[in-house]
């Protein structure tokens, strides 16, 4: 259905609006703040007693597949929490959503291409005529070692962005058509550079990514013209790797009148706001929640009819959710052990649909 009366860009303000906007840097603080680093770890750095919370779990990480893990292994971590003498944190709902962007963040990042189909992808795709890798620029390009982007996957992004119009005179020049890249293609070129022996030691870099003021850059430098809707970018399934953002980047040009070069605190703000934005609309059926409400014994105890709110009158989502556990769960716990109802586990769609049903009955 057509919102004929919205401008894609009101509508976006409007889908946004219902989620809070994450911050991966507020993120960072309230892992170390909150102990979580005394048990998990990012990327291999932390605690080791529980899982690793930026490794890939799939693809389709989302803020209701958070609060659903967080829900379903509650009980364990309370238990380690008491043995390990940290007390609970309470976290709200602004803070479920930092920890989010911190751990997406974190998977953004990931290397997981592969380093020899890389190598091939970059003489294949032409890359190599005009970089070489070492130092200088007698190819044409500056040489890879002085790019500053190779461990930072929005940095990357905003290069190729800036790099292709450029490129592709010159190539129009040679009478060389411009090469197109996909993700899997652009995830193996960087792979294969970040694992240059002068690369090597180069930490990934976590770009802080905030959200604020991005709807009004991306309206600002053109991107709006061309991306409208309530869903601007991520029909296919979201940006959710750096790999994915820089090959989109890349295949611009030839269909976009490019209104100027990105700065980079520019476009941290872009991808701040279309991360986010992609998961405005977390897909849930009200009617399917109402069964699971049921299913899960939820309704034993919030009396039909009159179920609860979410976390003081908070925004109904998943960092609703998030912040309901941290700060109901352990009471709901003990109830639930003294009453014998198993503590309910959600999996698939059940935390987007309760969600949903929650809000119907507000
Ligand atoms: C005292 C140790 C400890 C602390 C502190 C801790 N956790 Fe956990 N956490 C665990 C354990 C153990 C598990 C796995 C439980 C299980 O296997 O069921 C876990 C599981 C999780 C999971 C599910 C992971 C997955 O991939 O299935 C998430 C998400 C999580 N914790 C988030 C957090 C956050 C956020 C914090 C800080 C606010 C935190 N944890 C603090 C011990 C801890
Ligand atoms: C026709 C020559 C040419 C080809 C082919 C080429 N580049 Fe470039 N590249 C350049 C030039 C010239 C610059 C510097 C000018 C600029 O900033 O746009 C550059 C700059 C860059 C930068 C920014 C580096 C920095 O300063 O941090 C990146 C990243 C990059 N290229 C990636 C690639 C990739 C990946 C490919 C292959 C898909 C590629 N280039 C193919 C000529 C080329
Ligand atoms: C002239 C039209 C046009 C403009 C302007 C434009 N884009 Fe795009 N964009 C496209 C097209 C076409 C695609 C390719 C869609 C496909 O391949 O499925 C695309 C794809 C993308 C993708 C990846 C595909 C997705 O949906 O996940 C991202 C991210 C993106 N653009 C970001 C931007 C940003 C940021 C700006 C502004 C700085 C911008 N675009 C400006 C036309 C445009
Ligand atoms: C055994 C009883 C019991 C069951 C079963 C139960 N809850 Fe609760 N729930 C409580 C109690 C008690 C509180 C208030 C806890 C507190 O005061 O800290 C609560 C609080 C909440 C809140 C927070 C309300 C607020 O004020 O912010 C939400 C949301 C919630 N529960 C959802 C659920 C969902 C969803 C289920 C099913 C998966 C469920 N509860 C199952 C007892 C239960």
Redesign the pocket.
């Known amino acids: 259905m057509k919102k004929l009366l919205l401008s894609g860009f009101a509508a976006c303000l409007m889908a946004s609006a219902a989620v809070p906007l994450g911050d991966a840097s507020r993120g960072a603080e309230i892992?170390r703040g909150?102990?979580?680093v005394?048990?998990?770890s990012i990327q291999g750095e932390g605690g080791k007693?529980?899982?690793d919370?930026g490794r890939s779990?799939s693809r389709e990480y989302t803020p209701a597949l958070?609060a659903s893990?967080?829900w379903n292994?509650a009980p364990?971590?309370w238990s380690?929490?008491e043995k390990?003498g940290?007390a609970t944190?309470k976290?709200d709902s602004q803070q479920g959503a930092d920890?989010f962007a911190y751990f997406f963040a974190a998977r953004f990042f990931e290397q997981k291409g592969d380093a020899g189909r890389g190598r091939k992808a970059f003489v294949d795709k032409g890359c190599a005529q005009c970089h070489n890798i070492g130092s200088g620029n007698a190819a044409g390009g500056p040489a890879v070692m002085k790019w500053d982007a190779v461990t930072d996957p929005i940095e990357l992004a905003r290069q190729m962005w800036n790099h292709s119009p450029r490129m592709k005179s010159t190539m129009a020049a040679k009478g060389v058509k411009m090469p197109s890249l996909t993700a899997a293609e652009m995830n193996d070129i960087t792979v294969y550079l970040q694992n240059l022996p002068g690369a090597k030691n180069l930490k990934p870099q976590f770009s802080p990514a905030s959200a604020a003021t991005g709807a009004e850059l991306f309206q600002a430098k053109g991107c709006v013209s061309c991306h409208k809707g309530e869903k601007p970018v991520g029909k296919g399934g979201g940006l959710r790797s750096g790999a994915e953002l820089a090959a989109a980047m890349w295949n611009h040009p030839g269909k976009v009148p490019q209104r100027g070069e990105l700065r980079p605190e520019e476009m941290k703000r872009l991808v701040g706001y279309l991360w986010a934005l992609q998961f405005a609309d977390e897909g849930g059926v009200a009617a399917r929640g109402a069964k699971a409400f049921e299913a899960k014994g939820c309704a034993g105890c919030h009396a039909k009819g009159n179920p609860p709110r979410l976390a003081h009158g908070e925004t109904d989502n998943s960092f609703g959710m998030v912040s309901v556990l941290w700060t109901h769960g352990p009471v709901m716990q003990k109830q639930m052990a003294a009453k014998g109802v198993q503590w309910p586990r959600f999996v698939n769609t059940d935390m987007a649909d309760v969600l949903a049903y929650l809000k119907t009955v507000r």
Do not use: D, R, S
């Open positions: 892992f909150q102990k979580c005394t048990c998990h007693a529980a899982p919370l779990v958070l893990l967080m292994h364990q971590m380690a929490m390990a940290v944190p976290l920890l």
